[in-house]
């Protein structure tokens, strides 16, 4: 089991960062990749970023490249998501993921929600106009 924790979401206003966190416990050996994913009211859960848990590599969505960073903190079981020039449209509820059953998720990347195997609570974030 893998428990995932997040923080850092808030209000900002567009143009603004934020940095969020996912701090990672249990059996973390066990993860071949993590994710952020979002939801905004009335939207499907969307793929943001995610990165391996076992290697250099990471994958973004179109809507994020070259706005938003996805990293590892020097503790090895925080996840980081540093995000900048926010947009309006990126207001949603912001979940970390884990990928435990597929090794792939850790050479090529997973998009799907339903490769993921462990979720976080979830942290809103707020971009206003």
């Known amino acids: 089991q893998v428990q995932l924790v997040e923080s850092g979401g808030g209000l900002v206003q567009a143009g603004g960062s934020l940095r969020l966190s996912c701090a990672a416990s249990g059996d973390t050996f066990s993860m071949y990749a993590m994710a952020w994913f979002r939801q905004a009211p009335g939207e499907e859960r969307e793929f943001v970023a995610a990165?391996?848990?076992?290697?250099?590599?990471?994958w973004y969505a179109d809507s994020v490249k070259g706005r938003f960073t996805i990293s590892r903190g020097y503790a090895k079981n925080i996840m980081y998501l540093q995000m900048n020039s926010l947009k309006p449209e990126d207001t949603a509820v912001y979940s970390c993921?884990?990928?435990?059953?597929?090794?792939?998720?850790?050479?090529?990347?997973?998009?799907?929600?339903?490769?993921?195997?462990?979720w976080g609570q979830g942290t809103q974030v707020t971009v206003s106009s």
């Open positions: 990165m391996s848990w076992r290697s250099d590599n990471t």
């Open positions: 993921a884990a990928a435990a059953r597929f090794e792939h998720c850790g050479g090529y990347g997973c998009y799907r929600s339903n490769e993921y195997d462990y």
